[in-house]
């Protein structure tokens, strides 16, 4: 009996463990409980003194009762943005000489307005007149060659159907004929070459314009590539301005732009002739070339400005 007691009081004692657990466990419960109710609580504003509860204070009306009002409105207002250019000529020329001459005679200066074939410089002809003196006398060899040989053409051409002189003779009396001929036609075309190197000694006005710049003097030695002289069509000038890539979508062919010259100190409008379609990628910027409608006296290394404008929504608030 006594051995089967202390062989049953270990399971008994074994409970107790379990127990304690669960009151352990019950206790964290109940301790995080408390502190979740006691933090939204706090959030609540419950432990707070002197906090205004929303929807609680009125808010305090003030009158307009003697201020003063003004209307508004919206509008659309032009937004002006300034680009830098030059006035440049539409067609500018560099006359340069056909022929390899002394200048005898300079005929222009700097700033003078020229007509159409006008004369600017005569050049030495004493060589190109040689040159066409020659090749008269050529061609007038070539007439009396071929004269002779259609005088033997016409000779043995009744002998050879006669069979008085042999194929090979008459042969050579067509040949001959030929020969001049062709010599001939090569010494006219030579004479016509000369003479049309003798016009050159002339140098004319190709448009009517102005005069920019005089290259050479007199005694000077001008030839092909070597420009005498620089001008430029008189009434056909335009701006050229380098406007920001960024502008590009407010301006458009035919377009009217206002512009300010400054050297004339007055305001102009053109419009819009031509855009490169390309931009510089140092700058950034689009070359735009403007027509001016009215006469400038100068082009070229006075710096203009150039007005581009876009259109921008605003609020506007009429004066009282």
Do not use: C
Request: hydrophobic share 40%; aromatic share 4%.
């Amino acid at each position: 009996m006594t051995s089967e007691v202390k062989s049953q009081a270990p399971p008994a004692q074994a409970a107790k463990p379990p127990r304690r657990k669960r009151l352990s466990t019950l206790l964290r419960v109940a301790l995080s409980v408390a502190t979740i109710v006691i933090l939204m609580l706090w959030i609540l504003g419950t432990f707070r003194h002197g906090v205004i509860q929303a929807d609680k204070e009125p808010v305090p009306v003030e009158s307009a009762a003697g201020l003063t009002t003004q209307k508004i409105a919206m509008q659309t207002i032009p937004s002006v943005t300034e680009a830098v250019g030059t006035v440049q000529a539409e067609q500018v020329a560099a006359v340069t000489s056909r022929v390899v001459a002394n200048i005898v005679e300079m005929r222009v200066s700097a700033g003078q307005r020229v007509s159409n074939g006008e004369t600017l410089a005569v050049l030495d002809d004493r060589d190109l007149r040689h040159r066409v003196e020659q090749a008269q006398d050529g061609v007038r060899s070539a007439e009396a060659t071929l004269a002779q040989a259609q005088s033997d053409y016409k000779r043995d051409k009744p002998l050879f159907d006669q069979q008085v002189i042999t194929p090979y003779d008459f042969e050579h009396t067509q040949t001959n004929l030929k020969t001049a001929e062709a010599n001939l036609h090569r010494l006219q075309q030579a004479e016509r070459e000369a003479e049309v190197n003798l016009s050159y000694a002339v140098i004319h006005s190709p448009f009517t314009g102005v005069v920019v710049d005089k290259l050479a003097n007199l005694g000077d030695l001008a030839a092909p590539g070597k420009p005498l002289l620089t001008m430029y069509e008189q009434g056909r000038l335009w701006l050229e301005a380098n406007v920001p890539e960024d502008l590009m979508d407010h301006i458009r062919l035919n377009e009217l732009l206002t512009f300010r010259i400054d050297a004339l100190s007055r305001e102009m409008q053109g419009r819009v002739a031509e855009i490169v379609p390309s931009s510089d990628p140092s700058s950034r910027t689009v070359v735009v070339r403007v027509h001016l409608s009215t006469h400038v006296r100068n082009y070229g290394d006075v710096f203009r400005q150039a007005a581009t404008a876009s259109r921008l929504p605003a609020i506007l608030v009429s004066r009282a």
